[in-house]
């Protein structure tokens, strides 16, 4: 295992600024997507994708995982909404193309929502579908896809994300902070570490989804043995942000990344 982090954690720095905070505090690597100043241009990804290809390279750090949304936000064209899946998997075959241009090795995008008229059932029944059909195509790339279930998703409970890993194949952006936030209890949350194919790592606490390092309920040390002995090796990316997405906005995020790489480095340490 080793660490990374987002870039959307600096929402005032440009990417190549992200890259050298993380060289700077010993961060081998970054996550990018999307968002605020850092954000690779979605369209040049779809249209143009040797552009942002060179420069990622040009940051001279790997990108351990690309974060897609198929809209321009969590609502627009997620994967639960019907009629979205032929569109979806058009931009999906492109993005996976462009990741395996690039050398990163995971792209992560969201289960989808309860839209307006749907129950959680009817939601889940047509994300069953577009993941299963995602799965399939990125069986031919070297990019494995994930899917990040997360708190206003359909996917709020740890029964509900593992049918949806069951019935698809799909593995999982796996972030154990949106769970706890929801009132799981962390040993409920562990069955789906064999799952998990990309990781993120805040600390938070029931009806908290971000929090500092020393004020939640998840314990970290087990955590990270938990994902080795599942045979985890993959990157652990930190996610600390500064947004107003349920309230994250309280911390701060450098030494709350510095906190969290000092506890990963204490325990690897000991292993």
């Known amino acids: 295992m080793r660490l990374s982090v987002t870039s959307w954690s600096f929402p005032a720095c440009t990417l190549e ?30 249209h143009e994708p040797d552009s942002v290809v060179a420069r990622l390279k040009g940051l001279g750090l790997p990108v351990a995982n690309y974060y897609h949304l198929f809209g321009e936000g969590l609502e627009d064209r997620n994967l639960a909404l019907p009629g979205t899946l032929e569109a979806n998997l058009k931009d999906l075959e492109r993005v996976l193309a ?19 008229g749907q129950s959680r059932e009817a939601a889940a029944r047509v994300s069953i579908e577009s993941l299963k059909a995602m799965q399939a195509l990125a069986k031919g790339y070297d990019a494995r896809l994930c899917m990040e279930p997360h708190v206003h998703s359909l996917a709020e409970s740890p029964t509900l994300v593992r049918r949806l890993v069951d019935e698809t194949g799909v593995g999982l952006a796996l972030d154990y902070a949106h769970f ?12 789906l570490a064999p799952h998990a194919v990309h990781v993120h790592l805040r600390q938070a606490r029931m009806g908290v989804l971000q929090a500092k390092l020393a004020e939640g309920t998840l314990n970290f040390p087990a955590m990270f043995g938990t994902l080795r002995d599942a045979g ?3 990157a652990l990316a ?15 995020v450098l030494t709350e990344t510095i906190a ?5 480095r204490n325990w690897q340490r000991e292993a």
């Open 98 to 116: 462009f990741a395996d241009k690039a050398g990163i090795k995971t792209v992560f995008i969201l289960p989808g929502i309860v839209n307006p």
């Open 232 to 234: 985890y090796g993959g």
């Open 260 to 264: 969290m790489r000092d506890c990963f």
């Open 180 to 191: 706890a936030c929801l009132g799981y209890r962390q040993e409920e949350i562990d069955p």
């Open 238 to 252: 930190i996610e600390y942000v500064h947004q107003d997405y349920m309230n994250t906005l309280n911390e701060d």
């Open 17 to 46: 600024e992200v890259a050298g905070i993380a060289r700077a505090i010993g961060l081998p690597a970054i996550d990018v997507g999307l968002f605020y100043r850092s954000a690779l241009d979605k369209r040049a990804i779809l």
